[in-house]
């Protein structure tokens, strides 16, 4: 295993992949595989970009996992969920691209088997629609199987940590049932699981990690098992055009100095805009703040203002993956995922008033602050709970029953004895929020939320405390002390970028093709538009579209 930083960046690529997530690494393997050269470079000192710390699911519908286990699905039935989902055609989300997703989502994850990737189901994550034509509750998604860091060698400090459970070997089918621990013997079960994972690896002098960790730690194993370059510390600076097509890149290296790579091809694959504050507020929707973002610190936009300098054309700027993300008076950021899913809570404004489902996927729930009637502050929301959610569920990295007091006297969470009391604390009208209170918790006596539909979905079920009946993601908010805590529309990845074509060509604003130069995952306009259809989608259309990538750029050859 050749170690980190033992050899310079070559002169000469036959396909020069700038960023190291799963779209670039995908890629990397596919042109190895077909007798290319690939080079890898990543700006950051860390590998895996976003992937490395996401929950390293892959949705692809109509894959061979689902065919092997007896799952029920189709390219028809995944295209009717696609169009139901999707809505209308716009260039990044073109007829063409959403098929070629359709269409090598499935080889790409059979290309990844051959490689010796272990992959497996998430058995039950349901896609985020499951109503709608063609929505599955089983899930279409995919998850690396347990994986030891300690077959990285010398490059497993190389790989980025993860924003998600860090460190604990836990994979995203257990987290519902964990987050219930204290409610259920499935969740006891599992977190006795996982905690035998981590324990048995860790006496056989393994590393097993999940989630991001696993699947960018298999990937970056099977990169340098084949002895594919990948460089860290490595900058794009700008891609060195012939006036006819994209022919190389200018780089700066670790010590400072310039270098010029010549190659066939281009793969831009090095994340959005999320760090980029000019970026966002040329682009995106207001407030924002790179202060709410959870990606990577590498996310400035790099790739698409290269992109951009050789004419490409940019689509999809005020979208983003959106999380719910509240900042703690350190600055670190807490993703709430999970918490306001679970009963005896709600997410109110600055009224006092519900204005969403509260257990809507995170990118949902990013757009429903945003859309929120502007004469109504939203931004940020609060996100309100009783004694019962405190001592029984997680709320952001909090486990249940420890409510730490250095942050109520900080001022992060807010608590009262009384909601006007909370209400006071948090500027929230005191009459409005105990309105809606009222109602809320008549609503969740009847086990039906007439007002937002929470618990009607099998996504809101699947993430809620079977436990409580009759709707399992609905309780009443009644226990004092009460508590809140502000929430922002944070993201963890732009979703808006460089227009491609179904061949992950990048396009120019007249619509043709820029030679020599493809883009891929977040740093190209996502074929999802405005619309996230299942766990994992944006790492799926990234993997798929590197594998795309790679395959036409062999063509060429």
């Not at 393997?29 to 970009?49: C, D, F, Q, S």
């Not at 324990?199 to 699947?215: E, F, I, W």
């Not at 996310?299 to 983003?320: F, K, N, P």
């Not at 908010?477 to 805590?485: D, N, T």
Request: charged letters at 20%.
């Amino acid at each position: 295993m050749i170690s980190p930083g033992d050899r310079p960046v070559p002169a000469e690529a036959d396909l020069l992949i700038v960023g190291s997530g799963v779209s670039g690494a995908v890629a990397a393997l596919t042109a190895h595989a077909r007798g290319l050269r690939p080079v890898v470079i990543e700006k950051t000192a860390l590998i895996g970009g976003n992937s490395a710390m996401s929950g390293g699911l892959l949705w692809v519908p109509n894959n061979p996992l689902q065919r092997e286990e007896g799952v029920p699905d189709s390219a028809e039935l995944s295209r009717a969920y696609l169009d139901a989902v999707l809505g209308d055609p716009t260039p990044p989300s073109s007829v063409a691209r959403r098929e070629a997703f359709l269409s090598h989502g499935p080889k790409m994850l059979t290309f990844l088997r051959t490689q010796g990737l272990d992959l497996r189901r998430c058995t039950g994550y349901s896609d985020y629609y499951p109503e709608h034509p063609g929505g599955l509750a089983q899930g279409r998604s995919v998850r690396m199987a347990t994986f030891d860091l300690n077959r990285l060698g010398p490059w497993r400090p190389l790989l980025r940590r993860r924003n998600l459970f860090p460190g604990v070997p836990i994979h995203m089918e257990e987290v519902a049932a964990a987050n219930v621990v204290t409610r259920t013997r499935a969740g006891v079960t599992t977190v006795g699981r996982i905690a035998g994972r981590a324990l048995g690896g860790r006496l056989r002098g393994r590393r097993p990690d999940g989630l991001g960790a696993g699947l960018m730690g298999s990937l970056l194993h099977a990169l340098v098992q084949r002895d594919i370059p990948v460089h860290t510390e490595v900058a794009l600076t700008e891609l060195v055009h012939d006036g006819t097509a994209v022919t190389g890149a200018a780089l700066a290296l670790p010590d400072g100095t310039a270098a010029t790579i010549r190659c066939g091809a281009v793969l831009l694959a090095s994340g959005g805009f999320s760090h980029n504050d000019v970026m966002r507020k040329q682009y995106g929707p207001a407030p924002a703040s790179t202060a709410w973002t959870l990606a990577g610190p590498g996310d400035m936009g790099d790739g698409i203002l290269a992109g951009q300098a050789v004419g490409g054309a940019v689509d999809l700027m005020d979208e983003a993956i959106w999380m719910g993300t509240s900042v703690r008076p350190d600055g670190t950021r807490e993703m709430h995922l999970y918490d306001r899913c679970l009963p005896h809570s709600i997410v109110v404004d600055s009224s006092g008033q519900r204005f969403v489902n509260e257990s809507v996927d995170y990118a949902r729930f990013g757009q429903a602050l945003y859309h929120r009637n502007r004469s109504v502050p939203s931004i940020p929301a609060w996100l309100v709970l009783d004694s019962r959610h405190r001592r029984r569920y997680g709320l952001g990295d909090m486990i249940a029953g420890l409510t730490p007091r250095t942050l109520i006297r900080q001022g992060y969470l807010r608590r009262s004895e009384t909601l006007e009391g909370l209400a006071t604390a948090c500027g929230i009208d005191p009459p409005g929020l105990r309105t809606t209170v009222s109602r809320f918790n008549d609503m969740a006596v009847r086990g039906v939320d007439e007002d937002f539909h929470r618990g009607d979905s099998a996504y809101d079920r699947y993430l809620a405390d079977p436990r409580t009946v009759p709707n399992p993601a609905l309780g009443t908010i009644e226990a004092a002390p009460f508590y809140a805590v502000p929430c922002y529309p944070g993201d963890v990845g732009t979703t808006g970028g460089l227009v491609t074509d179904s061949n992950a060509r990048v396009l120019d604003t007249s619509g043709s093709v820029i030679p020599g130069l493809y883009a891929a995952g977040t740093c190209a306009a996502t074929v999802m538009g405005h619309t996230y259809p299942g766990p994992g989608a944006s790492i799926s259309t990234g993997a798929t579209f590197g594998y795309i990538a790679a395959h036409h750029c062999r063509a060429g050859h």
